[in-house]
């Protein structure tokens, strides 16, 4: 299986929270990624976490992180027609190579 | 300023053709990566620079060859692709190669090879 895993859509409705669900199968993640990506563009870094917290808050994003259950979310308050995009949980690891480890993305889709 | 600049944007070319797509970074980063996105795909990582020194070389073709003339430049030179390399091609660079540095991504060069 991936060993970053999204649900690969979610729709809401303007005004709403949107929370974006993660799951990663790597114990030894250290650093966990959010990122943002419209359409025909490159990925924008919203936020990250250290594996050695439990929340972290900026503006209308909020991270949290379960490391128990190798759960991230990532919660958008009042979410805008503006938020519409993919979103792709990424985390790095202790071992190996590479240095960054996508999922495939969630498509977030906001309703006017 | 978190920035990385992409040129050209867009990019059509034949299989017989030589391009090549550069990137630029003034953020004072020692690690550069190329990363090609297919549509509705996460970014693959293709290659990693630290300190100008090619790092990691994710098993890609020869017809993509990486080149970093500098610490602020990245380029990726390219000679007879195939239609199936047509996708979205992304610089980023980070402040070291190692955990805990975050990657700023550029906005793409859109290649569609004919």
């Known amino acids: 299986g991936e060993d970053v895993e999204q649900s690969l859509f979610l729709s809401v409705r303007e005004g709403d929270s949107s929370v974006i669900n993660c799951t990663y199968t790597?114990?030894?993640?250290?650093?966990l990624y959010w990122y943002k990506q419209e359409p025909g563009a490159g990925l924008q870094l919203l936020t990250y976490?250290?594996?050695?917290?439990d929340m972290k808050q900026d503006q209308r994003l909020t991270v949290l992180l379960n490391k128990k259950d190798k759960h991230l979310s990532l919660r958008i308050a009042d979410t805008q027609t503006g938020d519409s995009a993919i979103y792709f949980c990424?985390?790095?690891?202790?071992?190996?190579?590479?240095?960054?480890?996508f999922g495939k993305g969630t498509r977030l889709s906001v309703i006017a | 300023d978190t920035e990385v600049t992409q040129t050209p944007k867009h990019l059509v070319m034949g299989m017989t053709n030589k391009k090549s797509l550069k990137c630029e970074q003034h953020?004072?980063?020692?690690?550069m990566y190329w990363y090609k996105q297919k549509a509705k795909k996460p970014p693959e990582l293709m290659f990693v620079?630290?300190?100008?020194?090619?790092?990691i070389n994710e098993s890609v073709p020869s017809r993509f060859s990486p080149e970093c003339p500098n610490s602020s430049l990245l380029n990726l030179h390219l000679h007879a692709l195939q239609p199936e390399d047509s996708a979205l091609y992304l610089c980023?660079?980070?402040?070291?190669?190692?955990?805990?540095?975050?990657?700023?991504f550029g906005p793409g060069t859109r290649l569609t090879v004919t």
């Open positions: 980023a660079s980070s402040q070291g190669r190692g955990r805990g540095y975050e990657q700023y």
């Open positions: 790597d114990s030894s993640s250290t650093y």
């Open positions: 976490i250290f594996s050695n917290m």
């Open positions: 990424a985390e790095t690891r202790n071992s190996g190579n590479t240095p960054l480890v």
């Open positions: 953020m004072g980063h020692r690690a």
């Open positions: 620079y630290s300190y100008e020194k090619l790092s």
